[in-house]
Nanobody
Framework: QEQLVESGGGLVQAGGSLRLSCASSMSIISFRAINWYRQEPGKQRHFVAT???????RYADFVEGRFTVTRDTTNNIAYLQMNSLRPEDTAVYYCNIEGRKATGQEYSNWGQGTRVTVSS
């Protein structure tokens, strides 16, 4: 079964940076979208960023140019680089990769989440 394993979360001071990784057990070369979401305690999951196969990225308004989503299709890893972190960025971050297998089957896989805590 395909898996996405996330890493890179942790505790950082305001203004600091983290790079989240999302490693896929299957090839992501034919992905349709790489998405990042976040969820604060007791709240709904919110969209953070998405990346298209052509390299076009779109971000939530609150990102304000601080985050960058990229992918390494050679090693099947997606990244979310987060700079200038703020206390309000504290959340569990989830990656989601959508695509189609060689068999034609559509897939949408989720990572287990990685916790980011930003102290003031």
């Amino acid at each position: 079964q395909e898996q996405l394993v996330e890493s890179g979360g942790g505790l950082v001071q305001a203004g600091g940076s983290l790079r989240l990784s999302c490693a896929s057990s299957m090839s992501i070369i034919s992905f349709r979208a790489i998405n990042w979401y976040r969820q604060e305690p007791g709240k709904q999951r919110h969209f953070v960023a998405t990346l298209s196969p052509g390299g076009n990225a779109r971000y939530a308004d609150f990102v304000e140019g601080r985050f960058t989503v990229t992918r390494d299709t050679t090693n099947n890893i997606a990244y979310l680089q987060m700079n200038s972190l703020r206390p309000e960025d504290t959340a569990v971050y989830y990656c989601n990769i959508e695509g189609r297998k060689a068999t034609g089957q559509e897939y949408s896989n989720w990572g287990q989440g990685t916790r980011v805590t930003v102290s003031s």
